[in-house]
């Protein structure tokens, strides 16, 4: 499988370490009050959809980026490669936070 | 107790060997200096770099030979690395005295063994071992990447047409040594 990087190009998955679903980077505010609840879907509660995923891969024989994968789980293609970190900062902008 | 003074000493000093014309050796005083650029900081990091080098910080995957011979390869958006060649254990004040404190910088250079792969067969040899296309389009002048070979986190370099400068981990530098001399072997 590879893996097209959007700064350094397409490299082999071999590379890359998995780490998961992509809705790690959503933690929950730890001071909401229903934040309990939050943390144990966080935590423990994943989608397992046969076809399009979002995912968590890092560069670690690489780069060292945490990239954002969207992967097709039945057929292992992959549509979309984005840096985490610019994920997490439009996000963050989504929320009205951050610079 | 014994007072001991340990000094640091390069796991490939004075490897030199030839394989026809094509020549694998390791080069001498081969100092290695990490610059990351502090978050927040990137615009005065990139800013003192111009000033100290005189060359812009290159893209990542992309390395520059600044006016005083150093070489400074960009790893990712916020890592690069300069090489220089320097005798002693003070590689990294003389990369701090040059860009003040608008970097933090890490003496890499016991961390690293480097092997220069030069001549014909370079790229064949390569070819067999590293996952990245190093077809000299694809893999240009100067470019530069992290990569695995032989299981080995390796950095590799284009310096020039048919060279490269390959960097692994200093702990394994024999059974780094020994992949890439067995990949050179097989194709001459």
Same mark, same amino acid.
């Given at each position: 499988?590879?893996?097209?990087?959007?700064?350094?190009?397409?490299?082999?998955?071999?590379?890359?370490?998995?780490?998961g679903?992509?809705?790690?980077?959503?933690?929950?505010?730890?001071?909401?009050?229903?934040?309990?609840?939050?943390?144990?879907?966080?935590?423990? $509660?994943?989608?397992n959809? @046969?076809?399009?995923?979002?995912?968590?891969?890092?560069?670690?024989?690489?780069?060292?980026?945490?990239?954002?994968?969207?992967?097709?789980?039945?057929?292992?293609?992959?549509?979309?490669?984005?840096?985490?970190?610019?994920?997490?900062?439009?996000k963050?902008?989504?929320?009205?936070?951050?610079? | 107790?014994?007072?001991?003074? $340990?000094?640091?000493?390069?796991?490939?000093?004075?490897?030199?060997?030839?394989?026809?014309?094509?020549?694998l050796?390791?080069?001498?005083?081969?100092?290695?200096?990490?610059?990351?650029?502090? $978050?927040?900081?990137?615009?005065?990091?990139?800013? @003192?770099?111009?000033?100290?080098?005189?060359?812009?910080?290159?893209?990542p995957?992309?390395?520059?030979?600044?006016?005083?011979?150093?070489?400074?390869?960009?790893?990712?958006?916020?890592?690069?690395?300069?090489?220089?060649?320097?005798?002693?254990?003070?590689?990294?004040?003389?990369?701090?005295?040059?860009?003040?404190?608008k970097?933090?910088?890490?003496?890499?250079?016991?961390?690293?063994?480097?092997?220069?792969?030069?001549?014909?067969?370079?790229? @064949?040899?390569?070819?067999?071992?590293?996952?990245?296309?190093?077809?000299?389009?694809?893999?240009?002048?100067?470019?530069?990447?992290?990569?695995?070979?032989?299981?080995?986190?390796?950095?590799?370099?284009?310096?020039?047409?048919?060279?490269?400068?390959?960097?692994?981990?200093?702990?394994?530098?024999d059974?780094?040594?020994?992949?890439?001399?067995?990949?050179?072997?097989?194709?001459?």
């Amino acid at each position: 499988m590879i893996i097209d990087h959007p700064l350094l190009g397409p490299r082999d998955a071999a590379e890359f370490v998995y780490l998961g679903d992509a809705s790690l980077i959503d933690r929950p505010d730890w001071q909401a009050p229903d934040a309990m609840e939050k943390f144990h879907a966080y935590g423990y $509660l994943r989608d397992n959809p @046969a076809g399009e995923h979002q995912e968590l891969w890092y560069h670690e024989q690489g780069d060292r980026s945490w990239l954002v994968v969207t992967r097709d789980t039945v057929t292992h293609t992959i549509t979309k490669v984005e840096l985490a970190r610019d994920v997490a900062r439009g996000k963050t902008k989504a929320r009205g936070r951050g610079k | 107790m014994a007072e001991f003074t $340990l000094t640091a000493a390069p796991p490939l000093a004075g490897h030199d060997e030839t394989f026809g014309d094509t020549r694998l050796h390791a080069p001498q005083d081969f100092a290695i200096v990490s610059v990351a650029l502090p $978050l927040g900081g990137e615009t005065a990091a990139k800013k @003192a770099i111009k000033t100290a080098y005189g060359v812009e910080l290159p893209a990542p995957g992309k390395s520059v030979v600044a006016k005083g011979k150093e070489r400074i390869l960009r790893l990712a958006p916020d890592l690069a690395f300069v090489f220089f060649t320097h005798a002693g254990a003070d590689a990294e004040t003389i990369v701090a005295d040059k860009l003040k404190d608008k970097a933090y910088l890490t003496d890499q250079t016991d961390v690293w063994t480097a092997l220069e792969l030069s001549g014909p067969m370079a790229r @064949a040899a390569l070819e067999r071992i590293c996952p990245l296309d190093l077809y000299t389009d694809a893999f240009a002048l100067n470019d530069g990447a992290r990569t695995v070979m032989e299981h080995l986190g390796t950095i590799i370099l284009r310096t020039d047409d048919d060279t490269y400068l390959l960097l692994s981990a200093s702990s394994s530098a024999d059974s780094f040594l020994h992949a890439i001399e067995t990949s050179i072997k097989n194709v001459i």
